[in-house]
């Protein structure tokens, strides 16, 4: 390709030539490798050399993790690079710098020089490769202090696993995506600790002793610096319903922060916002003032995770994907989220899951009546399972035929006191996010 992109849609419509196993389920390759992005990145010069980097993974927590730990490193006076995935609305969203996501000019720069190099390469690189090559590119272009690296998938065989973190963060450990990261969580810890380098300080969410056992044998085999685990070494200690989010109090070594407000909705954020924090002050090598622990946290926003859209009635996003996700929703909405009228479930998800793991969290939580939907995806599961499963859990069902026609349905549905939730699958809640938000608007 020797003329450069006319449009970001041109740009954009390249990128999407490439697999994209986001969309298309992957499967455990039996000679899983690296080669490729570590060669395009060294024909590129070795950007990712030129920055320090937090590297992020975790079964869940881990987007809102990275967006607390950016909104932290911002406030603290850093240039700061931010990757992650997926994007609810638009591609742009996956890369910003200082909270900003990434211009069309610069993207549309950035893909077409990810396209004079792909033909030096011995086979086309994937969808995702080319993201974080193009996230890596741009964060060198605009000298960022410090890169703030979410992981795709697992942890050892992702494509952002060509950084070395300063600091390695891993949220959480759940049974997920088991098809590629291994039938035990034992197995899943082991690929996940796949990010932590030597020298590099391990920041590790609440996991049981077993869990933690692995990740400090990684951290002992690579020659760590050492391992900050939650709950010991840093902690959420008090985790209160507050307006507009959770009031926490929380502990890292060296300092102790009361009352700090993080406008994020879910008892699960609170715990987020300990290992975010934790992860800041062990990459500054100090803790931060009070004054930048409440500024940065105010700053924080995670679209589509427990997101108030409007009310009247009450509607609420959130990308609750997989069992873990959906107690946690469960959770949040019996805590912080009482109606008095119908409470109603926009809810799509993605093949290869129970669906009860996802169903019976949220008719715990008081979901009476679920409309199904596809997202638009080779992976979505079938509409008839959900709707079955549903039924047999003893909560009414229904198929709609599109994610638009079901927003509308749920939002009848719920009338003017009740609840509406949109859920499951990110594909589901990005889609819906953007109709719900034009539907409340038109009213």
């Not at 030096?120 to 890596?136: D, I, N, V």
């Not at 590629?180 to 969410?205: H, M, Q, R, W």
């Not at 929380?250 to 909705?265: K, T």
């Not at 995770?305 to 009247?312: A, D, I, K």
Request: aromatic letters at 4%; a negative charge; hydrophobic letters at 45%.
């Amino acid at each position: 390709m020797g003329v450069r992109f006319a449009s970001i849609a041109e740009a954009v419509g390249w990128l999407d030539s490439h697999i994209d196993y986001e969309r298309v389920a992957p499967t455990r390759r039996s000679l899983p490798s690296l080669k490729g992005v570590t060669e395009a990145l060294r024909l590129l010069g070795s950007p990712q050399e030129s920055f320090e980097v937090i590297h992020i993974t975790g079964t869940n927590g881990k987007g809102s993790t990275t967006a607390m730990i950016s909104s932290l490193l911002v406030e603290a006076g850093l240039s700061v690079g931010t990757y992650t995935s997926p994007n609810l609305h638009t591609v742009n969203e996956r890369i910003g710098r200082d909270l900003v996501p990434v211009s069309d000019e610069v993207l549309t720069d950035l893909l077409y020089r990810l396209a004079m190099v792909e033909p030096e390469l011995g086979e086309p690189l994937t969808r995702f490769e080319l993201l974080t090559l193009a996230a890596l590119l741009h964060f060198a272009d605009e000298a960022v202090d410090v890169a703030v690296v979410e992981v795709g998938l697992g942890g050892t065989w992702d494509s952002t696993n060509v950084v070395d973190g300063v600091v390695s963060v891993i949220t959480s450990i759940g049974l997920d995506h088991m098809a590629v990261l291994g039938n035990s969580e034992i197995e899943i810890a082991t690929d996940k600790a796949g990010i932590i380098k030597p020298g590099c300080t391990a920041v590790v969410g609440e996991v049981t002793d077993e869990i933690a056992a692995v990740i400090e044998a990684r951290c002992d085999n690579v020659g760590a610096a050492g391992m900050w685990r939650g709950g010991s070494t840093f902690a959420c200690t008090e985790n209160r319903l507050a307006f507009g989010g959770r009031l926490v109090d929380l502990s890292v070594p060296g300092a102790v922060y009361s009352e700090v407000l993080v406008p994020l909705n879910g008892a699960h954020q609170g715990r987020n916002a300990s290992v975010a924090l934790a992860a800041v002050t062990a990459f500054l090598g100090r803790a931060l003032s009070e004054e930048i622990v409440e500024l940065g946290f105010a700053r924080a926003e995670v679209p589509g995770r427990c997101e108030v859209l409007g009310h009247l009635p009450l509607v609420v996003v959130d990308g609750a994907h997989n069992a873990a996700g959906a107690t946690a929703l469960g959770e949040a909405l019996v805590e912080g989220f009482a109606v008095g009228g119908p409470k109603v479930a926009l809810l799509g998800m993605l093949e290869g899951r129970d669906p009860a793991d996802l169903l019976k969290p949220l008719i715990d939580a008081g979901i009476e009546r679920f409309v199904c939907v596809a997202p638009e995806t080779p992976r979505a599961m079938a509409v008839a399972e959900i709707v079955t499963c549903a039924e047999r859990l003893g909560a009414r069902a229904s198929a709609a035929a599109s994610i638009e026609s079901g927003a509308q349905e749920v939002l009848k549905l719920a009338g003017g006191e009740g609840l509406v939730l949109a859920t499951g699958s990110l594909y589901v809640v990005g889609d819906a996010r953007r109709c719900l938000q034009q539907l409340i608007a038109d009213r």
